[in-house]
Structures are given as C-alpha cells and as structure tokens.
C-alpha cells in the first residue's frame, strides 16, 4: 500500500513510547530506521509519539532514517515536503493535530511541523537486497511490508535488521507478522501485548 494512514496501528505506537523513549532518553543520539516507510505519515506518526514522550528538547537528538523501495520515485518529495490532503488526517487526536501541523500554502493541505520535519530523513532501499542503510539503530520498524515477502526472505530480512541494531536495541512489527522460527532466538518479546522485541546479543 503506497499510502498508510497517520496514527495507524496505535497499539505498537504505544508500546514504543512505554518501552523505547524510556530506554534512549539518555542518549546524545538516537537513531530510528522505519523500513516501509511509504508516502510519510508512518514515521511521521512515529515522531510524533517520540516527541510527545520524550519532550522537545531531547528531541531534537533523533533521526529517522525513512526508506522505502519508492519504484514510482515519489515518496522522497512528499516526505520532505510534509505536506498531507485534510482527509487522511481527520484521524489524528486534535490536541497533536493542533501541536505539530498548520496550513500549507495549497486550500485544504496541511504541513508537518518543520521541527517533526527536520528529524525525517528519507531514502530509497530494497529491503531484499539485505544490504543495510547502517548501524547502531536504537529501534527499527517494519510494518506492512514483511507479509509481502516469502518465509525465507522475511527471515533474511530480520536477521539484517538485528544487525542493524545497536546492543539492546528494538524492533517492531506489525501484530499480524510473529517472528519466523529461524529469527525467533535473535530476540525476546518486550510485551505480550505486541510485536516489540528486543535484540539480544548471543544468538542461539
């Protein structure tokens, strides 16, 4: 799906505020892959409750690197723009609606925040290629995308993301995806309440 709405999905949302944001506080940078990213309103959703938790100062240490295969090479304008139609919007709670968007130049759009909008940096990547866009992230999310793949090449993929991962670091699907048993080992659920996981460093 090329467009997700904002917001969607707030069960995994909340667990990355309780679990992730306590976690990296602390840190002088904190760096977030969100792989699937498509048209924005996933990682700027994501921001946002990262703002929200974390507070704006400490804020302004997080990157999120958004990737998405992007074939149609769309996806970087409308990201960097951060503007969004009225309607996929309507779904936002309006005390965050009324903090982090205002009017676009064009009747009826609206603009991400420059401040939500600074901390989003986009690029095109295969996931299917395994390579990595880096390393050390403190979480990196994948939702509606590894359902696409084959068992064997969602494994693949995860075990990238473990890499990808700094010691200790999180990642996140969406309900519908368990891990595959080969990746299982790689990680300990967080909460039985949904698919945040926690890396561990002694594979089994």
Not at 59 to 76: K, L, M, S, Y
Not at 134 to 149: D, I, P, Q
């Amino acid at each position: 799906m090329a467009f997700t709405f904002f917001f969607r999905d707030m069960s995994i949302l909340d667990l990355i505020g309780q679990h992730v944001v306590p976690a990296v506080s602390g840190f002088t940078r904190v760096r977030v892959w969100d792989a699937g990213c498509a048209m924005g309103p996933e990682p700027y959703s994501l921001a946002i409750v990262i703002a929200e938790r974390m507070g704006h100062f400490m804020f302004r240490n997080v990157r999120i690197d958004a990737t998405d295969i992007d074939e149609q090479d769309q996806f970087g304008k409308t990201i960097i723009a951060g503007v969004y139609p009225e309607e996929p919007l309507k779904r936002i709670p309006p005390e965050l609606f009324a903090r982090y968007f205002e009017p676009a130049d064009q009747p009826g759009q609206y603009r991400v925040v420059q401040m939500v909008r600074d901390r989003i940096h986009f690029q095109k990547h295969d996931l299917l290629s395994l390579k990595s866009i880096g390393s050390s992230y403190h979480l990196v999310m994948c939702k509606n995308v590894l359902l696409h793949f084959q068992q064997h090449e969602r494994a693949e993929v995860i075990r990238m993301f473990h890499a990808s991962l700094a010691p200790g670091g999180f990642f996140a699907t969406e309900q519908t995806q368990k891990l595959p048993d080969e990746v299982a080992g790689l990680f300990e659920q967080v909460s039985p309440e949904g698919q945040l996981f926690r890396k561990l460093e002694r594979a089994p």
